[in-house]
């Protein structure tokens, strides 16, 4: 079974940035979709970025023009670049990829971000 390794939480302050990766550890795995939802305590798990293997990209309506999602061409990696960042961000953000084989989608363990005000 692939697994999502992900990295890059971690805690920062109003407006500032970090930067999340995830990478199947199966250097074979393609995917259908590749991407990105975080969740809050008491809240359902809410997408944040998707990205397909063309590039076209979809955003949750929060982070339009503060997020970037891109990909590596070669392998299953993806990055998320979060700029601006607000308290309300703070969550834990787990990495998603779909492909034929599991529509479903295989799931990372989760990364905590956290913005301080």
């Known amino acids: 079974q692939v697994q999502l390794m992900e990295s890059g939480g971690g805690s920062v302050q109003a407006g500032g940035s970090l930067r999340l990766s995830c990478t199947a550890s199966d250097t074979t795995f393609s995917y259908t979709a590749m991407g990105w939802y975080r969740q809050v305590p008491g809240k359902q798990r809410e997408l944040v970025a998707m990205i397909i293997p063309s590039g076209i990209t979809r955003y949750g309506d929060s982070v339009k023009g503060r997020f970037t999602i891109s990909r590596e061409k070669v392998g299953a990696t993806v990055h998320l670049q979060m700029n601006s960042l607000k308290p309300e961000d703070t969550g834990v953000y787990f990495c998603?990829?779909?492909?034929?084989?599991?529509?479903?989608?295989?799931w990372g363990q989760g990364t905590q971000v956290t913005v301080s005000s």
């Open positions: 998603k990829a779909v492909n034929s084989w599991n529509p479903g989608g295989y």
